[in-house]
């Protein structure tokens, strides 16, 4: 199993511009999240999802979408980038229900600059 | 609202020396804490959590509902216990993990 995959791992954009952050998971896990990493501020939980079709705002949703079309796949977009969003981005999944609930597995990470 | 304090951004232990990781949490109902460690190059992952009261690598946490706490500690640090420790918190009705802002933890031989 690849376990969570996230892609890029790096990227350069200018202030205004869009671009999707993937991450897919295949360890057929119900609940899948986004956090953000900034020095000082430690993990930040931007959205999550508990399964296909339903997703919900974490602490700092403003400038990010979401959408959980299938199990494996949970994209975030940043629609009009700014500096304010410079950071390390991470894409966890973990069961839902049962003793592992609350268990996360974390991608690699995305380490994202904003100009 | 932060749930999950973590005072120190910075620990910095000898080695054979303990250590104590602080974990705060302002919660109402039954929490379910969890403790993760992101070792460097590593992906971040789970060290323990309090409902399964086990030991590992040395580390444990209990959970102590009356000071809202779930401090890490082990009797002796290794050098290889250097990693960043985040305590993150589950609220019992929901499903998002929220964490504290983490403590280095450096052992220096």
């Known amino acids: 199993n690849a376990g969570v995959t996230q892609t890029p791992k790096f990227q350069v954009l200018k202030t205004g511009q869009s671009m999707t952050l993937q991450c897919a998971q295949d360890?057929?896990?119900?609940?899948m999240s986004w956090y953000r990493q900034d020095p000082g501020m430690g993990l930040r939980l931007i959205h999550y999802s508990v399964g296909a079709g339903i997703t919900d705002q974490g602490e700092v949703p403003n400038g990010y979408n979401v959408s959980r079309s299938t199990t494996e796949d949970f994209p975030l977009r940043l629609l009009s980038a700014a500096p304010s969003q410079t950071s390390v981005y991470f894409c966890a999944s973990g069961r839902q229900g049962g003793p592992n609930t609350g268990e996360l597995f974390f991608g690699e990470g995305s380490r994202l600059t904003v100009l | 609202a932060q749930r999950v304090t973590q005072p120190e951004k910075l620990l910095s232990v000898f080695k054979g020396a303990p250590v104590e990781l602080k974990c705060n949490y302002s919660?109402?109902?039954?929490?379910?804490l969890f403790w993760y460690v992101q070792y460097s190059r590593q992906r971040l992952q789970l060290l323990l959590r309090h409902i399964s009261r086990e030991s590992i690598k040395g580390f444990t946490a209990d959970l102590n509902k009356g000071e809202t706490s779930f401090h890490l500690k082990k009797p002796f640090a290794q050098e290889e216990d250097s990693a960043m420790y985040y305590c993150?918190?589950?609220?019992?009705?929901?499903?998002?993990?929220?964490f504290g802002k983490g403590t280095s933890l450096l052992v220096t031989p």
């Open positions: 919660y109402s109902g039954s929490p379910e």
């Open positions: 360890m057929n896990h119900e609940y």
């Open positions: 993150a918190l589950r609220e019992d009705s929901g499903y998002a993990l929220n």
